[in-house]
């Protein structure tokens, strides 16, 4: 039960780094739920957006693309960034930031929108066409992390829930009930208890919150078509998308901060509403994501803050943190990633 890297979480943070790092070096994976992918990874409404999160975020989640793409995870859908007359200075700051990057941002003026997107009220009077914009298959992706991982020697511990972080010269001694393992290295991938684990290895929180986000399935007459773009409202009150079956996924992109857990979305009265479920996204004060080892603590890494696009930028974040934990130069080749713009360094100054 000795390891040279223990990942506390196997969401899909835990995973991914897991499954990059196995193999280079020993590594377990300990996971507090019976099952991994119960929380923020089971939850998502399972899109890949260039422009999702911003332009600081935005080179993780283009550099994820040909992983995603090869391995057949994603699904051409395209997004439209909708605005009314409230929203058109949203619109064109949406667009602005995004001028001179990779990210293919088209507009469109109300007739063609209304082209693409049936029943549309007149009100909409423009949009901003995303064409790069995706589907994920989360469940098949967090899978064959897991899959990969374990292929590649790391241990896999479910129902453990680490409630005791100590060092012994030099090393981690991490307990849950009777049991307990070792390590070297501790990365802290518990999403939503990322401070906790932080507060039991005696350091310092970044300051997560934790914010709900509901999702909600409607049936809609005529019904949605699943290939229907995803349609996001410029100054964020709300985006859907058609599923299979003709449904509707909606979020009304609520953020009602809460303490970490399993959360639950609160009583709607929505005629039609065949299911809902809420999901909690985690960040920290500047919304980035925090790759790196702690700057009290050489020891102890932070993969934590992953918002709302921890799915889309997993296989670029993965590779990142395996470089940086393997001690190699912290880039992703290739890529305009700058583990500088991730480092916990920038929450402590
Ligand atoms: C409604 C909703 C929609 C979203 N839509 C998208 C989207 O379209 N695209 C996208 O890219 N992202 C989306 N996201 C964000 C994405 O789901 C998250 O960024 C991502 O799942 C975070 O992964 P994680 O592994 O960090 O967290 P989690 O999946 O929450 O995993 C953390 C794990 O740590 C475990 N843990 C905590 N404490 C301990 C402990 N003490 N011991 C052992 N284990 C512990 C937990 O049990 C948990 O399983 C969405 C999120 C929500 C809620």
Not at 127 to 147: F, T
Not at 152 to 172: F, K, L, P, S, T
Request: aromatic content about 8%.
């Amino acid at each position: 039960m000795s390891f040279d890297i223990a990942i506390i979480g196997a969401g899909m943070a835990g995973a991914s780094l897991a499954a990059e790092l196995a193999g280079r070096a020993s590594v377990v994976l300990l996971e507090g739920e019976s099952q991994p992918g119960y929380h923020a990874t089971g939850r998502s409404a399972a899109f890949w957006s260039e422009s999702y999160g911003g332009p600081a975020v935005q080179p993780l989640t283009t550099a994820s693309h040909a992983f995603l793409a090869e391995g057949g995870f994603i699904a051409p859908r395209g997004a439209l960034h909708i605005a009314d007359d409230d929203g058109l200075g949203e619109l064109d700051a949406f667009q602005a930031a995004f001028e001179g990057s990779s990210v293919e941002l088209n507009r469109l003026d109300a007739a063609a929108l209304a082209v693409r997107v049936h029943g549309l009220k007149p009100r909409w009077r423009a949009a901003v066409e995303e064409p790069s914009c995706a589907d994920i298959d989360v469940a098949g992706l967090h899978q064959a992390y897991l899959k990969a991982a374990k292929q590649a020697g790391a241990d896999v511990y479910c129902g453990a829930r680490i409630e005791r972080i100590e060092r012994d010269g030099g090393r981690w001694r991490l307990g849950w009930a009777d049991d307990r393992v070792e390590a070297s290295l501790l990365v802290n991938a518990a999403g939503a208890w990322a401070d906790e684990i932080a507060a039991l290895a005696g350091l310092a929180p970044i300051g997560i919150r934790p914010l709900r986000r509901t999702m909600i399935q409607l049936a809609t007459i005529p019904p949605a078509p699943p290939d229907m773009p995803l349609v996001v409202e410029a100054r964020g009150r709300f985006y859907f998308k058609g599923e299979a079956g003709g449904k509707l996924w909606l979020s009304p992109h609520d953020e009602t901060p809460e303490p970490p857990g399993d959360t639950a979305p609160v009583e709607l009265d929505v005629a039609a509403l065949e299911r809902k479920w809420a999901g909690q996204r985690s960040f920290v004060a500047d919304r980035l994501p925090v790759y790196g080892f702690d700057p009290a603590d050489a020891a102890f890494f932070w993969c934590a803050g992953q918002g709302g696009f921890g799915i889309q930028t997993a296989p670029a974040a993965a590779r990142l943190c395996a470089s940086l934990l393997l001690g190699k130069p912290g880039s992703v080749p290739g890529t305009a990633i700058d583990p500088n713009t991730y480092s916990p360094a920038r929450l402590r100054r």
